[in-house]
Structures are given as structure tokens and as C-alpha cells.
T-cell receptor, first 114, second 115 residues
């Protein structure tokens, strides 16, 4: 079974704080993604990565950055958290050399920014 | 840009009722299509997928979906729902976009099945 582990299930941060969300996979998958999930908006792609040290912007990258120093780890960074970044953040992976769209998700990190 | 539209945000059914959740997408090229489900307190998981071939695909737990290319649709169906089908359902489309292949999700449909 594919396992995607997100380090924090629940976080509460203050406006302006730096936030790290970590995602680790236990398989040798190349493609990793960060989405945010909001009621009525579904999942929106923030950033994705097809390889180590490689990153691509998704549809809503503003206010976020990512890091992929090792193949199994993909981190989402909020440099200066704001209240509109309160959301559920989902990490996902897909297998293979091309992204077919079949995704395996972590359990999510619910972030509240006060 | 790609977009995915789910017709219903909330659906309430009684057990044994039939279910159809609508999904339309806007992309003219080759697509891969998915339905994902999120049960209460659980992570998102794949319900079924369409890559090519028979446009009627069957997934887990008795769900099926039909790809109608001319209508850009991929509707989800189940003949008789159960209380345990209460969940949020997301339609998703994967296609080539600037920067590579992307998967775009619809807004989701919350299904509540009354026992």
C-alpha cells in the first residue's frame, strides 16, 4: 500500500508566523503535489514537483513556496501566514514517470491562522 | 484553462434510492477522468477512473461512471445507495496544461444518505 504521511494533522499559528508543512512518502514516487481544500471550492493545486529540486507552480501559488531536497519529502512553506490561508492542506503523490492523475493522498493538515 | 463543474453541492437521499452526480469539464484534448471520495474523518481515496476504452467504468462499492465525450461529462451513478455512502465526492480531470499534466478537481458534492 502507498503511504503518504503528513507530519502535522492540526496546527494553530498566528498571522505573520512562518509555517512548514511536511509530506513524506514511503515509495519511490517521483510526482508530489500540494493542494488546499476549502468548502465549496474543492481542491486547488498550490505547487507540484516531478523530481528532486524541481518545482512547478499550480493554480494558487501566491503566498506559498515549496522545497524538495530529497525524493521522499516535499515541504510546503508559508513564509508569513495570513488568515486567508486557514485551510486543509493535502499532500498527494502519483506513481510513474507521467502524471496520469491517479493520486494517493495523505490525511491532511488542518491549519488555522489567527 | 481547465475547469471541472459538479452540478450539486449537497444531495440528500434515502437508503436504496438511486444516485447520479453530474460532472462536466472544459478541455478539448485527451483527458483522464476520476471520481474520488472522502468519507467522514478519512483521507481522499480513488473511487474509479477512466483512461481509455469502454466509456462505462466500474469502481469500488457498486459505483460506476459513464464518459460521454460529446457532452464533456463523467457522471457518477449507483443504483441503490447505502447509509455508508455518506461522504463527499469529487470529480477530477487530468490533462496537459502549461507546466505539464495537471489534475483539476471539482468543488465536490456532499452526499448524505438517510438510514
Amino acid at each position: 500500500d502507498v503511504k503518504v504521511t503528513q507530519s502535522s494533522r492540526y496546527l494553530v499559528k498566528r498571522t505573520g508566523e512562518k509555517v512548514f508543512l511536511e509530506c513524506v512518502q514511503d515509495m519511490d514516487h517521483e510526482n508530489m503535489f500540494w493542494y488546499r481544500q476549502d468548502p465549496g471550492l474543492g481542491l486547488r493545486l498550490i505547487y507540484f514537483s516531478y523530481d528532486v529540486k524541481m518545482k512547478e507552480k499550480g493554480d494558487i501559488p501566491e503566498g506559498y513556496s515549496v522545497s524538495r531536497e530529497k525524493k521522499e519529502r516535499f515541504s510546503l512553506i508559508l513564509e508569513s501566514a495570513s488568515t486567508n490561508q486557514t485551510s486543509m492542506y493535502l499532500c498527494a503523490i502519483s506513481s510513474g514517470s507521467t502524471n496520469t492523475g491517479e493520486l494517493f493522498f495523505g490525511e491532511g493538515s488542518r491549519l488555522t491562522v489567527l | 484553462a481547465q475547469s471541472v463543474s459538479q452540478h450539486n453541492h449537497h444531495v440528500i437521499l434515502s437508503e436504496a434510492a438511486s444516485l447520479e452526480l453530474g460532472c462536466n469539464y472544459s478541455y478539448g484534448g485527451t483527458v483522464n477522468l476520476f471520481w474520488y471520495v472522502q468519507y467522514p474523518g478519512q483521507h481522499l481515496q480513488l473511487l474509479l477512473k477512466y483512461f481509455s476504452g469502454d466509456p462505462l467504468v466500474k469502481g469500488i462499492k457498486g459505483f460506476e461512471a459513464e464518459f460521454i465525450k460529446s457532452k464533456f461529462s463523467f457522471n457518477l451513478r449507483k443504483p441503490s445507495v447505502q447509509w455508508s455512502d455518506t461522504a463527499e465526492y469529487f470529480c477530477a480531470v487530468n490533462a496537459r496544461d502549461t507546466g505539464g499534466f495537471k489534475t483539476i478537481f471539482g468543488a465536490g458534492t456532499r452526499l448524505f444518505v438517510k438510514a
